[in-house]
């Protein structure tokens, strides 16, 4: 057993653009499609992932500094830092969790597919770090390794049903048909966009206010193409973070560039994707009967569309903005702000690409999510004592993964650490995952008319 994990701790440290290529190339096989496709297939999308580290990077290290400079201008007294992803991820592989939710995860999957509980077939590995860290945090919270396990088995089992739930919007949205994305902030926080995009369809005048890149284009011609409007929001949130003038357009052609590259590489991902998955979902279609399966893969795969650019942009800003206002938060959004389109990019999606719609939902996620990462402070503070990695810092916390509302109610629950606000996080939270999936179930989450879908729930 040893062995196993010490050999799948080591594919998993080859991070993704090794360990994806080496995963679909053994699908490809298990498929029966030949070593020359299954290889083609898994170079390409290694190829893809090399270059969408290559933008995303682009983005991190020019968007990065200028958001942390923006977030230390504007931090009004925060002194806990925002960890981001890249310094809490380790966090839940060094944990006693981080290995043993790997095959936790995949035994999950399997059973699911086998009980007809989910059609994702997930091929994501590394992101069964948000998993791992629930289930790190909840064995913190209770001391109990137990419980750290059901942590793990529940975040698994909802995250690949939120793949189900949102299939119809990453078909007919991102146009990602046969891929689904079950992991992360994008998945679990994009239900609070469906209940607000129907609030939105019912308020007369309202309900017509359109904003997208596209409108923008057809109403202001060059000056609204992804180009153009990304260029300016960098310049904007340059001179925000109080770069020179000469910094600022410098990063405002930068998030340019990031707007036309980022659809360009995840297109490359999906080409070496398809033939692998529609393989795979003819196989499980011939088996059980009359399913639509899909191939579960990195949320970072939404980048790439200009309206999620476009949001992430707005609320790299916003974000600060809104720790600043919440009552009581200690955490500096710091880490995170640099790839805050994961925590929106569902919920674009949900909202067929209006940018005035997600500015509520999105407002909704990152209000949610910073009042959660201030609760889970000195849980995460002790995860990182525990696997060495607070560093010099006192105390720490995290947009992603710590201010997940999954891994927030798991570990309070659990622990009975239950507060008013642990009660009004399940209200809100609960009513919207079930909102969704009543939605799902109806098949009326995505609609071209909106009217239909009004019409379908009276």
């Keep these: 057993m040893d062995a196993f994990l010490a050999v799948i701790q080591y594919i998993v440290n080859l991070g993704p653009s090794v360990m994806l290529p080496l995963i679909i190339t053994v699908i490809g096989l298990a498929l029966r499609q030949g070593i020359g496709k ?53 966090m839940a592989w060094a944990s006693p969790m981080g290995l043993v939710a790997i095959p936790i995860a995949i035994l999950v999957n399997v059973v699911m597919l086998l009980l007809k509980g989910t059609h994702v077939l997930n091929v994501d590995i590394w992101n069964i770090w948000h998993m791992a860290f629930t289930g790190a945090i909840v064995q913190v919270a209770t001391g109990s390794f137990w419980w750290g396990i059901v ?6 089992a909802i995250a690949y049903k939120l793949g189900d739930m ?19 902030t994008s998945a679990y926080m994009g239900v609070l966009a469906s209940p607000i995009d129907d609030l939105f ?62 659809p360009m590489v995840v297109k490359l991902i999906m080409q070496g994707l398809l033939p692998i998955a529609e393989a795979a979902r003819t196989i499980l279609q011939k088996r059980f009967k009359d ?12 980048l790439g569309h200009p309206q999620v650019i476009s949001a992430s942009l707005i609320f790299v800003p916003l974000t600060v903005l809104i ?19 994961f925590f929106v990019a569902i919920a674009v999606g949900v909202h067929k690409g209006n940018i005035f719609r997600t500015l509520f939902s999105g407002t909704a996620i990152m209000v949610m999510t910073v009042w959660i990462a201030n609760q889970m402070v000195e849980l995460q503070t002790e995860l990182a004592r525990n696997t060495n990695l607070l560093g010099n810092a006192t105390q720490v916390s995290s947009l992603d993964q710590s201010g997940s509302p999954i891994t927030y109610l798991l570990a309070k629950g659990a622990s009975g650490q239950i507060s008013i606000g642990w009660f009004v996080i399940l209200a809100l939270y609960g009513a919207s995952f079930v909102y969704t999936y009543i939605k799902y179930r109806r098949r009326t989450l995505w609609v071209d008319d ?9």
């Excluded at 942590?151 to 698994?156: K, L, M, N, R, T």
């Excluded at 919007?169 to 146009?175: A, I, L, M, P, R």
């Excluded at 909106?450 to 009276?458: D, F, K, S």
């Design 38 to 90: 299954s290889v083609r297939a898994g170079l390409t999308i290694g190829v893809g992932f090399v270059g969408l580290g290559l933008v995303v990077g682009l983005l991190t290290d020019a968007l990065g500094p200028a958001a942390q400079a923006m977030a230390e201008r504007f931090g009004l007294g925060m002194n806990v830092i925002d960890l981001g992803w890249p310094g809490t991820s380790p």
């Design 151 to 156: 942590g793990v088995v529940v975040h698994a």
């Design 166 to 184: 949102f299939g119809q919007v990453t078909d007919n949205f991102f146009g990602l048909e046969g891929v689904a994305i079950p992991h992360g």
């Design 201 to 262: 369809n019912k308020i007369p005048g309202v309900r017509n206010i359109t904003l997208t890149t596209e409108k923008l284009e057809e109403k202001l011609g060059a000056a609204g193409e992804p180009l153009i409007v990304g260029t300016v929001l960098g310049i904007v949130i340059g001179l925000l973070a109080g770069n020179p003038i000469g910094e600022a357009l410098q990063l405002g052609v930068k998030m340019g560039a990031v707007m036309i590259l980022m």
């Design 291 to 302: 399913a639509d399966y899909k191939i579960g893969l990195d949320p970072a795969l939404l």
């Design 323 to 341: 720790a600043a206002l919440i009552p009581g938060n200690r955490v500096l959004p710091f880490g995170d702000l640099a790839t805050i389109g």
């Design 450 to 458: 909106p009217e239909p879908a009004l019409a379908a729930e009276h």
